[in-house]
């Protein structure tokens, strides 16, 4: 059974950081994309930022790239995606999830027709940045 478990999240005034995890199990970490999206009150989910597993190549979204940071360790048992949030802003307050699917390369930006192909989704973390 795939599990991704996030955590990380917090409160934080804006200029901080976090860092969130994701701990995935229950399939094999290749050839995989993992990403990061967030969803605030009201408005669409939004890719945040992907990896993929195969070659470690990565997309960010515009309104993240410069202060966000997506990595992976797949050397333990239980594989973890890790985004490190520098800079944050009021408006990056959102739930955060993560989320994986088979196919390559990865990406934040949803299918017209299908919306974000990921297979797996966590159940979130909130993250919370005052002004």
């Known amino acids: 059974e795939v599990q991704l478990v996030e955590s990380g999240g917090g409160l934080v005034q804006a200029g901080g950081s976090l860092r969130l995890s994701c701990v995935a199990s229950g399939f094999t970490f290749d050839d995989y994309a993992i990403g990061w999206f967030r969803q605030a009150p009201g408005k669409e989910r939004e890719g945040v930022a992907c990896?993929?597993?195969?070659?470690?190549?990565?997309?960010?979204a515009d309104s993240v790239k410069g202060r966000f940071t997506i990595s992976s360790d797949n050397t333990n048992v239980k594989n973890t995606v890790y985004l490190q949030m520098n800079s944050l802003k009021f408006e990056d307050t959102a739930a955060y999830y993560c989320a994986v699917g088979p196919f390559f390369p990865c990406t934040v930006v949803p299918d017209t027709v299908l919306g974000y192909e990921y297979d797996y989704w966590g159940q979130g973390t909130q993250v919370t940045v005052s002004s």
């Open positions: 990896i993929s597993t195969s070659d470690g190549s990565t997309v960010y």
